[in-house]
């Protein structure tokens, strides 16, 4: 078993910037791919970004050049710095890990991700 636990979310002015941070337990943080999604109101969830085991990054289209997502092996944590916000973030944003065999494995889908942390809330006020 793994536990994701978050944190870091808010309430933000449109232009702003959060921090939000997964922290994992639980086994070899370093065997896991990880990932952030988000979840708006009546809407599905959806992949925002993606760390491999060895650090390679992907992000979704909708945030490409605002957010970054980043790990540290040796905290056991994921981080995805959010700059540049508006509205349109307004959302649940969960980590999830998934166990991959290969240090460059990424997945985008939310069926992929075996583990998921309980959510933190993201508000953008305009």
């Known amino acids: 078993q793994v536990q994701l636990v978050e944190s870091g979310g808010g309430l933000v002015q449109a232009g702003g910037s959060l921090r939000l941070s997964c922290a994992a337990s639980?086994?070899?943080?370093?065997?896991?791919?990880m990932a952030w999604f988000r979840q708006a109101p009546g809407k599905e969830r959806e992949f925002v970004a993606g760390v491999t085991r060895n650090g390679g990054s992907y992000s979704a289209d909708s945030v490409k050049g605002r957010f970054t997502i980043s790990r540290d092996n040796a905290k056991n944590t994921v981080y995805l710095q959010m700059n540049n916000l508006n509205s349109e973030d307004t959302a649940v944003y969960y980590c999830?890990?998934?166990?991959?065999?290969?240090?460059?494995?990424?997945?985008?889908?939310?069926?992929?991700?075996?583990?998921w942390g309980q959510g933190t809330q993201v508000t953008v006020s305009s």
């Open positions: 639980g086994r070899t943080f370093n065997n896991y791919a």
């Open positions: 999830a890990a998934s166990y991959a065999y290969s240090t460059s494995t990424y997945y985008h889908s939310a069926s992929d991700y075996n583990y």
